[in-house]
């Protein structure tokens, strides 16, 4: 994170700043202008604050500890989440747990909304109704090529975790997701008009 005015200078011309950089650390880099971490933080709280119970201060305890949305905290061990700062061994299960209802529930939210909608919706919409996954991951995914839920669905496991950098385990769950959500879409969106 660098100072707006600075940003220009950190990339430098053409990229060749941070290409240097991630080339002599071997890691990926990204630079920000102060003004853009700063809106991305306020985004990550707002999202963590979706979750029953979470106050300002939680959130950016979260935060702090790595967490920017209810479906990284819903993915994590209660072993990592115990060592958030007000969260303590008790908490970090209940914490999990209602990570888990959030993300589900934006998901049913979503499905609502788009139950009944004239126009057809985008990849990023579809993508965004498959169990598990949130905004967080659809930007991974779409970041790794991943644009379309039947990309997902015809892509093999450890390449999905290894373009992503997901672990095997979630990369796993997506695949899963994915085709149980392509399997079901049309009833899905129907709503329930057509189950009766």
Known sequence: VVPDEKLSLAIGRKG?????????????LDILGETKFKQMEEESLTQLQKMEGITEASAK???????????????????????????????AEKLKSEAESTVERIRQERIK????????????????????????????????????VEELIRE???????????????????KTSAKEYAQGEQKLLAGPAAEA
């Not at 060749?16 to 990926?28: F, S, Y």
């Not at 496991?157 to 990369?171: I, M, P, S, V, Y």
Request: proline content about 2%; glycine content about 10%; cysteine-free.
């Open 61 to 91: 305890s979260m935060y702090r500890s790595g967490f920017r949305a209810p479906e990284e905290v819903a993915e994590a061990s209660v072993e990592e989440l115990a060592v958030i700062a007000g969260i303590g061994a008790d908490g």
């Open 16 to 28: 060749q700043n941070v290409r240097l950089a991630a080339q002599l650390t071997q890691w990926k």
């Open 113 to 148: 909304a788009a139950i009944g909608r004239t126009d057809p919706l985008t990849e990023h919409e579809r993508m965004l109704l498959i169990r598990g996954v949130g905004d967080r991951t659809v930007a991974q995914l779409e970041e790794a090529g991943y644009k379309s």
């Open 156 to 174: 093999d496991e450890d390449r999905l975790a290894q373009k992503t950098g997901f672990g095997q385990k979630k990369a796993k769950l997506i």
